[in-house]
């Protein structure tokens, strides 16, 4: 667990500090990064999550319904985060001045959403069969450092403090790694049924199918897919698949 720990919390801790040294523009490069986590959420959720998820539940109607819960927790999250989770980043003019309560919102959003995250990865080997593979860990690691690096662009022009900023990355990389522990803990002590973990975990993938759709199609414009993006998402995909077929 303690790789986990430490991996969860520089995943956002280091693109999060990046944020500060590097001018807040949205340049293709940075694009083709998110369409490549997009893609590879995606996949994983369609052929890693719900396989597990529907394969083990005596009501699948209820799992969809979970899921479905998730997709809309997360449109919910998305309108106080203003879509930071899957990597906008905000142009701000001269006059454009944000209350601190805004930044505290983002933040809460998008910690609630990084905790959940993380206490996947504590579910019991009854709800995911594989529960040492590494394909889920990588892919939340691969989601949470755009979020943060576009989260501390927003917060920097947001707050104008950096000492404050500061803190705020701090609590937004400790989301993950303290979900991993509650969750953990709760699995030791059996405090919560494999029922409970399902219905987290359905949760969440509905969560992760909003995410991972949302940065593959709105990183483009006028919604359009050109063939360079398009071969970062299924270059993507693909090692999704590999890594849960080899791994």
Aim: contains cysteine; glycine residues 8%.
């Amino acid at each position: 667990m303690a790789f986990n720990l430490i991996f969860l919390f520089l995943a956002a801790a280091i693109p999060g500090a990046v944020a500060f040294f590097i001018p807040q523009k949205q340049g293709i490069n940075y694009k083709l990064i998110l369409v490549f986590a997009g893609a590879y959420l995606f996949a994983i959720t369609i052929i890693h999550i719900l396989p597990e998820l529907f394969a083990r539940s005596e009501d699948p109607t209820s799992i969809g319904l979970y899921i479905l819960i998730g997709f809309f927790i997360q449109l919910i999250l998305e309108y106080f985060s203003s879509g930071v989770e899957h990597g906008h980043m905000h142009e701000h003019g001269e006059n454009h001045n944000h209350a601190k309560s805004g930044a505290i919102m983002v933040l809460l959003a998008l910690s609630v959403h990084a905790f959940l995250e993380g206490s996947l990865l504590a579910h019991p080997s009854t709800v995911h069969a594989h529960h040492e593979s590494r394909t889920l860990l990588f892919g939340i690691l691969l989601h949470k450092a755009p979020a943060a690096f576009a989260l501390m662009s927003i917060l920097v022009c947001q707050l104008g403090k950096k000492a404050m900023t500061g803190i705020f990355l701090l609590i937004f990389s400790l989301a993950s790694p303290f979900g991993l522990v509650l969750g953990d803990y709760y699995v030791e002590h059996q405090a919560f049924s494999p029922e409970s973990f399902t219905i987290i975990f359905a949760i969440v993938s509905g969560s992760f199918l909003h995410i991972s759709t949302t940065i593959i199609f709105e990183n483009n414009a006028n919604h359009l897919f050109n063939a360079r993006k398009l071969g970062v998402a299924i270059f993507g995909a693909l090692i999704a698949v590999m890594a849960e077929v080899y791994f």
